[in-house]
């Protein structure tokens, strides 16, 4: 079972390419959070692998994902190989270790971390933007990796796919519990007057922030910045104060 979350279809896409290659079906995290339920239980077969696929977030695990993993029981679940595969723009902190620490938490262990280099999409603080169409271009033909990923999972190998990065220990555990205490919620969202009211940005929004207003988006306060809709957007109509301006967008091309 492969349990996933995405905002630009980088995670989406990974999680796609692993369920053909395990042969595991893929489960929205998004979704199963939409439920409300107190706690979400999810039945194992004896053989299954469990994954959890989702991006990296200021070198920490997308909040829902560890939402998530905090009402996740699973039936049947008796030393399973359960995995963990984050998609980062160039490293990952100890963000395997967080991950390791909530499933901990449920009575379940984290055999394995791997991670994989995808497009940067994170553009709402200066001094961060998308890759060049170049390095786009680049990290997107050599995400193929991937199937070193699966390999290493179907033949149960001992092998490092994990890009943990300089000084991760101030990034995990010092800049990524502020991300999570004070960017998630409150946001700088808005809409301009290029806005089409084609609605997208609602239908792509994983965690139902977003709501049409006389067909306009508006968001509430349950943002966990995944910037799907401003990636998302057609005619370019969202932004993120001023910052977002003049920086680029970017959303996985194979991910509708």
């Not at 998609?87 to 902190?93: A, H, K, L, R, V």
Request: charged share 20%; net charge positive; aromatic share 10%.
């Amino acid at each position: 079972m492969i349990f996933y979350f995405s905002g630009t279809g980088n995670s989406r896409w990974v999680a796609n390419a692993l369920s053909i290659a395990l042969g595991e079906p893929v489960v929205s995290i998004a979704e199963e959070l939409k439920t409300n339920k107190k706690e979400i239980v999810c039945p194992l077969r004896e053989d299954e692998k469990v994954l959890f696929v989702y991006p990296v977030h200021s070198w920490g695990p997308a909040v829902p994902v560890t939402r998530f993993i905090s009402k996740l029981k699973l039936t049947g679940y008796d030393k399973q190989p359960v995995y963990s595969v984050s998609t980062c723009g160039d490293e990952c902190g100890y963000t395997a270790d967080r991950v390791q620490k909530a499933l901990s938490k449920r009575g379940i262990t984290l055999m394995a971390g791997y991670s994989v280099i995808m497009p940067n999409n994170y553009i709402l603080l200066p001094g961060f933007d998308v890759d060049s169409k170049e390095v786009e271009r680049q990290k997107l033909e050599d995400a193929p990796a991937v199937a070193a990923i699966a390999a290493a999972i179907r033949e149960s190998k001992n092998v490092n796919l994990y890009n943990k990065g300089s000084l991760p220990g101030l990034k995990s555990y010092w800049i990524y519990p502020l991300f999570a205490n004070f960017a998630i919620g409150k946001n700088s969202f808005r809409v301009t007057d290029a806005c089409i009211s084609c609605g997208l940005c609602e239908k792509v929004c994983p965690t139902g922030t977003i709501t049409l207003s006389e067909g306009k988006p508006v968001w509430s306060d349950t943002c966990v910045q995944c910037v799907a809709s401003i990636h998302r957007c057609p005619v370019r109509a969202i932004e993120y104060g001023k910052i977002t301006l003049k920086k680029g967008r970017y959303h996985h091309p194979d991910v509708k």
